[in-house]
Nanobody, 117 residues
Framework: QVQLVESGGGLVQPGGSLRLSCAAS????????MAWYRQAPGKQRELVAS???????NYADSVKGRFTISRDNAKNTVYLQMNSLKPEDTAVYFC???????????WGQGTQVTVSS
């Protein structure tokens, strides 16, 4: 069992920044895969960024160069630093984790990010 709790969402103006946090209930040192997804109204959930236990990262083209995913194993937390935010970044952001390569994935409850002037 892995419980994930997201925080850090809110309302921000275009061009602003936010940092999302995802706190895990277990050590993330050996978690194979952690990721941030987002879902806007009327749209499918999409992968935004991911990071592996080896710190290999991947980003959606739409956020590349603006968002950075990182992990702090000592705090059992993964972060998503979001800079140069655009209105199209508005969505509910979800944390996801896969503990082992062929095991189940886990989801947080989501945190709302709204980018508006």
């Amino acid at each position: 069992q892995v419980q994930l709790v997201e925080s850090g969402g809110g309302l921000v103006q275009p061009g602003g920044s936010l940092r999302l946090s995802c706190a895990a209930s277990v050590s993330i040192f050996n978690i194979y895969f952690m990721a941030w997804y987002r879902q806007a109204p009327g749209k499918q959930r999409e992968l935004v960024a991911s990071i592996t236990s080896g710190d290999s990262t991947n980003y959606a083209d739409s956020v590349k160069g603006r968002f950075t995913i990182s992990r702090d194993n000592a705090k059992n937390t993964v972060y998503l630093q979001m800079n140069s935010l655009k209105p199209e970044d508005t969505a509910v952001y979800f944390c996801n984790a896969r503990r082992i390569r062929f095991g189940p994935s886990y989801w947080g409850q989501g945190t709302q990010v709204t980018v508006s002037s």
